[in-house]
């Protein structure tokens, strides 16, 4: 139950809103109608609270068009959070993102309304293993993938996101690297520098569920069809994509394409936004979804807003945070 009323004509006004962007996804005007009560408080709740909403492309269209004040990937999201005047940043993504947000603003108050929302490629390593990894490899860099826990962030070098691991990695010193935790990204980068790569065992459960038959069976139904994919799947698949990239890349090539048919092989939130913001292009094929990112709802997010739970307050020990500030402070520089 909403604890703000709103006219007939405000609720009407916000469905239509919600519609202009819902409707390509198969929403109805009723449906918009069902959620406008929700977007309209969560909104107030924002205002009054001098909150901003941070989005992952991966989140619900309901949350992207909803409730959102930017929607992007970990880099476009972690420079909007370092740069927010808000007093409070309310984080839909997962937690290793919300953690960001918290290490480059530390005196704002993040939450994260799903504070279980983990992932599988952060969960894969721990501080204590990246100490062993410089322990067998002295002197080696340590890169981490920015989908790491903040300790993780601290025992590293420089952290990197899928858009600009490579051009980071080509930017340090040395003909070798350690990168963490993602084995398949890592086997990827491998095919593209001439460094040698010493990769963890981690892998992104959505991503390397994609099959490169899944692909070929599209593309033989489908000829001309452009095939882009993110650079967590597995190395078949990116000798058989037409791009190989992060979310913001995959968006870049749509909007810039003269080509209709797409089949992007990533979470399905991005296709979604895709099929929102370009009705006049065509996405096959399937998508996987990510059940992390998918724990945040309009329900949580009104919830953390109006009353957060201690679990939903993101803190970092200051001698982490500011290890962690580091590694990613270093990632801006390299990428200028
Ligand atoms: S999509 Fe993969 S990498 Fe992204 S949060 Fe989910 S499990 Fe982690």
């Given at each position: 139950m909403s604890t703000i009323s709103f006219s007939t004509a405000q609720l009407k006004k916000e469905a239509e809103r919600l519609f202009c962007h819902l409707k390509s996804l198969s929403w109805s005007y009723d449906d918009c109608l069902t959620y406008a009560p929700l977007t309209l408080e969560i909104n107030t709740l924002k205002r009054q609270r001098h909150a901003v909403l941070l989005a992952h492309s991966y989140q619900t269209p309901d949350i992207v068009y909803?409730?959102?004040?930017f929607t992007g990937d970990s880099y476009g999201l972690s420079v909007e959070a370092k740069k927010t005047?808000?007093?409070v940043i309310v984080f839909c993504g997962v937690r290793f993102m919300a953690e960001t947000a918290k290490i480059l603003n530390p005196k704002k108050r993040v939450l994260l309304?799903?504070?279980?929302?983990?992932?599988s490629l952060a969960d894969s390593i721990t501080a204590a293993d990246v100490r062993i990894l410089k322990k067998k490899h002295p002197g080696v860099p340590v890169v981490c993938y920015v989908n790491t826990a903040a300790e993780v962030k601290a025992e590293s070098d420089v952290c990197v996101t899928s858009a600009n691991a490579l051009k980071i990695i080509e930017a340090l010193q040395g003909k070798k690297i350690i990168f963490i935790p993602d084995k398949l990204m890592a086997a990827n980068l491998a095919m593209l520098t001439h460094k040698e790569i010493i990769s963890w065992n981690g892998t992104c459960v959505v991503h390397e569920r994609f099959d490169v038959a899944q692909l070929r069976a599209q593309r033989h139904e489908h000829p001309g069809l452009k095939i882009l994919a993110h650079s967590e799947c597995n190395s078949d698949i990116m000798k058989e994509a037409d791009l190989m990239g992060g979310t913001t890349d995959i968006l870049r090539t749509v909007k810039n394409s003269r080509d209709r048919d797409f089949m992007i092989v990533t979470e399905c939130g991005l296709v979604d936004r895709l099929r929102s913001e370009f009705p006049e292009k065509r996405f096959l094929g399937t998508c996987n979804l990510c059940p992390f990112m998918k724990k945040n709802t309009l329900r949580n997010i009104r919830q953390v807003l109006l009353k957060p739970r201690k679990d939903q307050v993101v803190e970092i020990p200051e001698t982490v945070r500011k290890k962690a500030e580091r590694a990613l402070e270093r990632m801006f520089e390299l990428n200028k």
């Open positions: 909803g409730v959102a004040d005047d808000a007093s309304p799903a504070p279980d929302a983990g992932c």
